[in-house]
């Protein structure tokens, strides 16, 4: 007797049980295309407000002004100072030569087959001295090649008019005299 009412008990329990999860289920069902539909207008909504913004263009701008200068290192240890929003792609002179080289379509920086041409010149603030800088760059020879090395020997060989120079692009900095440019770039965190 004890038995069958055990067994009772456990299949009335496994009915509720039963029951329950699917009573639960079932309201939880959705059409999927209405969530898709949902979900795309949410994201479509929020799309409206992020990103970047172009407000207006300009053609034909020779110089551009940096309002804010990366800083040099990375920041390892403060999260919340108001720095470098970006990350660790570049810093200090690595910034203002993006906006003196051009960029291919796929936006690497490029010194050669520019699809992008960049400024001619970037006018900053120099946060050591207080004092507007032009910065221009050109491509120099920064060393030569060891033409002793086999693989340059070869080279060398196949071709005599290989060239044994190392290049960079180097940046020029002179005291900007006059008014800064029109047009300037500056990011917030």
Do not use: W
């Amino acid at each position: 007797m004890k038995a069958k009412r055990i067994r009772q008990f456990a299949a009335a329990l496994l009915v509720a049980v039963a029951t329950v999860a699917c009573a639960q289920s079932a309201p939880g069902k959705e059409d999927p295309k209405a969530r898709l539909a949902k979900a795309e207008a949410m994201f479509q909504e929020r799309c409206k407000k992020a990103g970047v913004f172009i407000h207006r263009t300009a053609e034909n701008v020779e110089g551009i002004l940096l309002m804010k200068l990366r800083s040099q290192g990375i920041n390892y240890g403060d999260q919340f100072r108001m720095d470098d929003p970006y990350g660790s792609d570049v810093s200090g002179q690595g910034y203002i030569t993006n906006f003196l080289l051009g960029r291919t379509a796929k936006g690497s920086l490029v010194y050669t087959n520019v699809a992008t041409p960049g400024y001619r010149y970037a006018e900053a603030v120099d946060p050591k001295d207080g004092k507007r800088y032009r910065y221009t760059g050109s491509r120099k020879t920064v060393g030569r090649k060891d033409a002793t090395a086999p693989n340059i020997r070869a080279a060398v060989t196949r071709d005599p008019n290989y060239d044994l120079n190392n290049y960079a692009f180097v940046l020029d900095k002179v005291h900007a005299l006059g008014a800064p440019p029109r047009y300037g770039v500056t990011y917030d965190d």
